[in-house]
């Protein structure tokens, strides 16, 4: 590999957004670090025999265009409890080399029947406090149309993150010379040619709660707000920023959606931000809450994070954790305001456009901060988490 080094000044807020975005720019990039303490560049790891001034050449405009079109704001802190520990029980290496961890895959896990079971536990209490709140769950597909994506307008606003599907073409003479190319020989062999294939009409999910939108498409939501619940895998491509244990391809999320009047969504999201919050300190994790915005890409969704921490749309709950920034985001509390809700035709019950919020948590994150902080040991982990787990 080589190192380059690009001088170019960062500022502190865009830090982590640069070094993990800087992937997208090119394959070729392995490794970045950003210079985290005076934010005067930026250093990666290329692959040999890759163009490094092209690369830079790319990296340095990207960076600049970052940098141009965002207004940085302080994060802003809503909660904080625990302390954060001195040492974890455990790191991410030790627990991606247990035998309950087996990776099938960049970013496609397996988890042994522990912590299977620990993240069963999981489910049950975002069980609880939809049950407690009167969320209903609803069952939702892993897969979307590019078109509903595209109306939910995510197509555009995150592009690096898509997972696009498709089949062949019904045509046994496409059909038959593919398995004819697949009856032996290695896996890169077994590539269809593109014209093989249908165009992309389909997508792997990024999130839970774009499928509940049509769900309730030209109606008017009965109470405020209405709360409905639903669980899956969701699937985001995190370039080279994936790991084997919370950054993954393929990940569990639950969410709860609200659907009713702006004071109505806001008020379960404050209620949940404290029910999530106090969930995590009884588990005996530390965190704390605070103002968020959305990964971006190159260009306008860069205003958009501007935009969601100037309206406070975004919160997330944070978790110390062993990683280059010493903490992992667990959930998010979004407020959409009325973006679905025109989208959709939805209504709250006095009639206006519907106001919706979510509340995504990361099943595959709390099981990894239960982990780094309790250690791989289960039957070790503190009495009062194991018993709000229901677990021996
Ligand atoms: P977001 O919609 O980006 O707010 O994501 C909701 C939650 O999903 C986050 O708070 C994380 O806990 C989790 N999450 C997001 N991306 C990943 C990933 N690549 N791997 C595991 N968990 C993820
Ligand atoms: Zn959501």
Redesign the pocket.
């Known amino acids: 590999v080589t190192r380059i080094w690009i001088a170019i000044e960062i500022p502190p807020a865009l830090l982590r957004d640069i070094e993990q975005g800087v992937f997208y720019c090119s394959e070729s990039i392995l490794h970045s670090r950003v210079d985290r303490s005076r934010g005067a560049g930026i250093e990666l790891e290329i692959a040999d025999g890759a163009d490094g001034d092209a690369v830079e050449s790319s990296v340095r405009h990207w960076i600049e265009q970052v940098i141009a079109r965002s207004l940085t704001y302080e994060d802003r802190t809503l909660r904080e409890w625990g302390t954060m520990p001195g040492t974890f029980a455990a790191t991410p290496d030790a627990i991606a080399a247990s035998s309950e961890l087996r990776t099938l895959g960049e970013g496609l896990v397996a988890y042994g029947p522990r912590l299977t079971q620990v993240l069963r536990s999981i489910v049950r209490l975002c069980d609880g406090l939809s049950e407690a709140i009167g969320a209903q769950p609803l069952t939702l597909p892993a897969v979307a149309t590019l078109e509903h994506m595209q109306r939910c307008d995510y197509l555009h606003q995150f592009p690096q993150l898509l997972s696009f599907v498709t089949h062949f073409r019904e045509d046994y003479a496409v059909i038959d010379a593919f398995a004819a190319q697949c009856r032996r020989g290695q896996a890169d062999a077994c590539q269809p040619r593109p014209e093989a294939l249908r165009p992309f009409a389909r997508l792997l999910r990024p999130?839970v709660c774009y499928h509940v939108y049509p769900c309730f498409e030209g109606m008017t939501v009965a109470s405020d707000p209405l709360l409905v619940c639903a669980t899956g895998d969701c699937f985001?491509y995190?370039s080279r920023n994936t790991t084997e244990l919370?950054?993954?391809f393929d990940?569990r999320?639950y969410e709860i959606v609200a659907l009713g009047s702006t004071a109505g969504v806001l008020r379960w999201r404050d209620q949940m931000i404290s029910q999530v919050a106090d969930l995590l300190e009884q588990l005996g994790l530390p965190g704390r809450i605070k103002t968020s915005n959305?990964p971006f890409f190159v260009s306008g969704s860069v205003m958009k994070s501007t935009f969601q921490r100037a309206h406070d749309l975004?919160y997330?709950l944070e978790v110390p954790f062993p990683n280059a920034e010493g903490k992992l985001?667990?959930?998010?509390f979004?407020h959409h305001q009325g973006f679905f809700g025109s989208r959709f035709e939805i209504r709250s019950r006095d009639g206006a456009v519907a106001d919706t919020g979510c509340t995504?948590?990361?099943l595959?994150?709390i099981l990894a901060a239960l982990l780094v902080h309790h250690g791989l040991d289960i039957p070790r982990w503190p009495a009062s988490s194991r018993r709000r787990l229901g677990i021996g």
């Open positions: 999130a985001r995190e919370d950054r993954l990940f999320m959305d975004k997330e985001a667990v959930a998010s979004n995504a948590l990361g595959d994150r």
